[in-house]
């Protein structure tokens, strides 16, 4: 006669998934059993001013009336800043690579320009006038007009 294909480590790991079941339904039971009645009462819960949960109903002496006009739900509008026209220098300006810096006379700040943010054509130290805007690595100077 052949040999039983139970070995000892399998006849272990069945007693030891039997006996799991077994704890997983005492403690079901358990719940059951230490549940009052299970009505709907009684699983409900509430949340206080402070924001942590409890089983007893808030007190409606704090409450506060709150217009749902107040309430805002997505991130508000910006608004529209007009930014002011800027007076600079052309400090360095590479017409083969299409790029260059602008000294603003005011702050004395150097912005990086390109030449797609041209109006008119510029050369190292005309004067011009131009606006902000944000680039990937600072601020750019855009709509740059020769004064």
């Known amino acids: 006669m052949g040999r039983s294909q139970e070995t000892f480590g399998k006849k272990e790991k069945e007693q030891k998934r039997m006996k799991k079941r077994q704890d997983k339904a005492k403690r079901k039971d358990m ?10 009462d009684s699983m409900i819960a509430y949340v206080d001013e402070n924001g942590r949960i409890v089983d007893t109903p808030p007190d409606l002496t704090k409450k506060t009336k709150i217009k749902a006009e107040n309430i805002e739900i997505s991130v508000p509008k910006k608004e529209d800043i007009e930014e002011p026209i800027r007076t600079g220098r052309v400090e360095f300006f590479n017409d083969d690579k299409g790029y260059g810096f602008i ?38 100077a855009v709509r740059v007009k020769k004064v």
């Open 31 to 40: 719940r059951k059993s230490s549940t009052s009645d299970g009505s709907l």
């Open 103 to 140: 000294k603003d006379l005011d702050t004395q700040e150097k912005f990086f320009v390109h030449v797609h943010g041209l109006l008119d054509k510029i050369e190292e130290g005309n004067k011009v006038n131009f606006e902000l805007e944000r680039g990937l690595k600072g601020m750019n």
